[in-house]
């Protein structure tokens, strides 16, 4: 009997190993399958087919084979277990991310129909003589198996009940296993849907002397039809997306396919209908704001081979392309390509790796390179593209500085916009332009306190304060993390006293102190608390876009690739927000993202103009952000990073193991870090720790930490995985972050 290897949707499993009955046809890898699992019956995926390796002692059937053909390609397939073996993560999560909304559940809360397809059982009937007799068929199952075999996917039962066969004949047949009955989604449009500005491309502009040069280079690497990996460095405004959209046209031309991915589609809705302009029908969308059933649609109508060109943020990453011959990654160094959930991947990586599995170009856009990438880029691995200068000839915006010591020395320790800010702010208004001003930050303040007895307002399930919103009848405390909410009281739960004082600001202070001083500007929020609704995200930048609104408030939300031509000053509030983090990438965040914020002044005619207040004038991520020197903020960077021994110099592992004590996950902790340290010098890779968390507590659950920094990725992963399955139980207690972006 032969076995075969399956990915089945729970956490942590490794692969399972299945026999499969005489009765059903070895199922190809790729196919969906009907397994058991304990008292349960769930879908898996075929992942080997026959399984390499011994079978296990005690093999369990395969119950029904869902798929005759591969319903995942084998390459995606591929690249699924590539996932789950570099980020150690289960092969079921891993697979998770790259099947459709649906393909496991009969589907649900989207508009479905339930389509009929032939199993390899079935398909071998209709191909046997009618009239074989161990078959035993009636002559409406043999017309039904013979319409089925007719067609090369899935028939809806309406259709077929219009050709004579009713439901109760293919549901006898799917009693069989001749035939399985799905749910399928109905196709939609998300074009319809999504709120998008009217985009049309120009095709026939010229382009300026340094992005044809650019284009030049990298239409030679296309050329090549082989795995290469681009970074399109381009100052903010100096027309990348005017080249990815030539790009990805050469490309289709010669018969490949593209993917595009962008950090946030919301967020940049401009782009993707530049490229369905462009591409017209033969374009498909997959992002997280589509509903099941779009997404399901959209990834059918990949899967079919109907399009060209898919854009989408990082589970695009896995769409089921099979002839791929360009990756885009736009903004290549936004943090949001990363997964903080099972499977921790970076959608950047995981598609350099795809490329160099299916032969095809990736180009990495952005301002601001990641580390990582400049780092190869100036190694040699990546090809370096670079363009100076904006389009046209634009200046790039003039950056004042504000250190708010002087200010707070002048004008109080409330203050929140400075006097150049505001008189600035001032002047854009009288001129009819418009204001974008950021704080990475959302909420009123940061925290409560009691001014007699010091207590303050945290949450009861994590060791943070609760931020303060504003709310109908007063003002609500919630915990960020885990959701924790409860209005501010009146006088201090501890002492009675009446003295709370609310201190830090977010956005929404920002926004109350901006109406107060300039009560006739029309003022809109963007971050998360604002654009919760629906649409709400949509149609604030679009109103910003037709000039409804003078000033934009928001978080980095507001910061990321817009081009908002009529924006001729940007405001920052505080640009230390991210710095004093414990974490070695706050200097790279700090500079990307006051390097893009500035970058979306002066995108029109008009010359643009930041000005950015901070207690740190002097901090190098600041200074260089001003005068937008990306070089010279690289080497600095780098050489700190050598000399503390961390990425892109090394590679780091960040585990996380929780506990209902502090002691219980401290003991466990140490115990992975002890035999971890028993191969760590023959591995080439050192531990640090095991310490508490930054987030000591989180969801109820106390927090202790561990790092593996090392060169041998291999070797440390080896190693790591060997421990996990050493100690008892440890797996679900412990959370393995491989090449981590943030550290909590
Ligand atoms: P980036 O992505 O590098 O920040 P964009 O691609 O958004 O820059 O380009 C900035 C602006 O310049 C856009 O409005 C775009 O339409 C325009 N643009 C790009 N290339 C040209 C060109 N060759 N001639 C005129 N305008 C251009
Ligand atoms: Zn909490």
Not at 418 to 446: K, M
Not at 575 to 598: H, I, P
Not at 683 to 688: D, E, M, P, R, V
Request: include cysteine; proline fraction near 5%; hydrophobic fraction near 40%.
């Amino acid at each position: 009997m032969p076995f075969i290897s399956v990915a089945v949707p729970v956490p942590y499993l490794d692969l399972l190993t299945y026999s499969v009955p005489s009765h059903l046809d070895l199922p190809s890898v790729g196919a969906r399958v009907r397994v058991p699992i304990g008292s349960r019956t769930v879908t898996g995926c075929v992942v080997e087919a026959p399984a390499s390796g011994a079978a296990p002692e005690e093999v369990k059937d395969v119950v029904e084979v869902i798929d005759a053909e591969p319903f995942l390609p084998p390459s995606i397939v591929e690249l699924c277990r590539w996932v789950a073996d570099y980020y150690l993560a289960g092969i079921g999560d891993a697979m998770a991310v790259a099947l459709p909304p649906g393909a496991r559940e009969k589907a649900s809360g989207f508009k479905t129909r339930r389509v009929a397809t032939l199993t390899a059982h079935g398909r071998s009937a209709a191909a046997a003589p009618a009239d074989t007799p161990d078959l035993r068929l009636t002559t409406k199952q043999i017309e039904a198996l013979g319409v089925l075999a007719a067609t090369s996917a899935t028939l809806p039962l309406s259709d077929l009940r219009e050709r004579g066969i009713t439901v109760d004949v293919v549901g006898r047949l799917a009693a069989r296993g001749f035939v399985s009955i799905l749910e399928e989604a109905h196709e939609r449009d998300p074009f319809e849907t999504a709120a998008i500005a009217d985009v049309r491309h120009d095709a026939a502009r010229e382009l300026t002397r340094e992005q044809a040069a650019a284009m030049t280079e990298l239409e030679t690497l296309a050329a090549a039809g082989e795995f290469r990996v681009a970074l399109l460095h381009g100052v903010t405004g100096s027309g990348k997306t005017e080249l990815y959209l030539r790009l990805a046209q050469r490309v289709c031309a010669t018969g490949r396919q593209v993917l595009m991915m962008v950090p946030e589609i919301a967020l940049t809705p401009s782009v993707a209908a530049l490229f369905r302009a462009a591409f017209g029908e033969r374009v498909a969308i997959q992002h997280s704001g589509l509903s099941d059933g779009e997404r399901h649609d959209q990834w059918q109508r990949i899967r079919r081979s109907a399009v060209d060109l898919v854009i989408g943020t990082r589970s695009a990453v896995f769409a089921p392309l099979c002839r791929l011959g360009l990756v885009i990654v736009d903004e290549e160094h936004d943090a949001s390509y990363k997964q903080e959930e099972a499977p921790r991947y970076h959608g950047r990586d995981v598609a350099i790796v795809r490329a160099n599995r299916e032969g095809a170009l990736v180009v990495l856009g952005s301002a601001t390179p990641s580390m990582e990438s400049y780092q190869n880029a100036a190694s040699g691995k990546y090809a370096r593209i670079v363009l100076e200068r904006r389009v046209l000839d634009r200046p790039l915006a003039s950056v004042r500085v504000v250190n708010m010591r002087d200010e707070y020395a002048a004008e109080g320790p409330d203050i929140v916009i400075s006097r150049e800010l505001a008189a600035g702010i001032e002047d854009r208004l009288s001129l009819h332009e418009q204001v974008v001003v950021l704080l990475n930050r959302r909420g009123y303040a940061t925290a409560v306190i009691c001014r007699q007895c010091g207590d303050t307002f945290d949450c009861p399930n994590c060791s943070i304060s609760l931020t303060v919103h504003t709310a109908r009848n007063g003002w609500r405390a919630r915990c960020h993390y885990c959701n924790y909410s409860v209005m501010v009281p009146k006088a201090c739960r501890k002492c009675a006293a009446p003295y709370l004082e609310h201190t830090g600001f977010g956005t929404e202070r920002v926004e109350q102190h901006l109406r107060d001083l300039f009560p006739d500007a029309r003022i809109g929020r963007v971050d998360r608390d604002s654009v919760r609704r629906k649409g709400a995200l949509t149609s604030l930048l679009s109103r910003f876009a037709a000039r409804e609104l003078d000033v934009l408030v928001g978080t980095q939300m507001i910061a990321k690739g817009h081009d908002f031509p009529g924006v001729t000053l940007v405001g920052v509030i505080s640009a230390d927000v991210g710095l004093g983090l414990a974490d070695f990438r706050a200097a790279e965040r700090t500079f990307q993202l006051l390097t893009q914020v500035a970058g979306r002044a002066g995108r029109g005619e008009r010359r643009g103009e930041a000005v950015i207040q901070t207690l740190y004038p002097e901090h190098y991520s600041v200074r260089l952000a001003c005068g937008q020197d990306y070089v010279s903020f690289f080497e600095k960077e780098i050489n700190f990073r050598r000399g503390m021994r961390y990425p892109p110099l090394v590679a780091m592992v960040n585990g996380v193991v929780r506990g209902r004590t502090f002691e219980e996950a401290m003991q466990t902790a140490a115990e992975v870090v002890r035999r971890l340290e028993l191969g760590a010098s023959a591995a080439g890779f050192s531990t640090l720790g095991p310490a508490p968390a930054p987030l000591a507590k989180l969801r109820g659950e106390h927090r202790v930490q561990f790092f593996l920094k090392g060169t041998r990725r291999a070797e440390m992963r080896q190693a790591l995985r060997a421990v996990l399955a050493e100690v008892p139980d440890v797996r679900r207690r412990v959370t393995i972050d491989v090449d981590p972006l943030s550290v909590l």
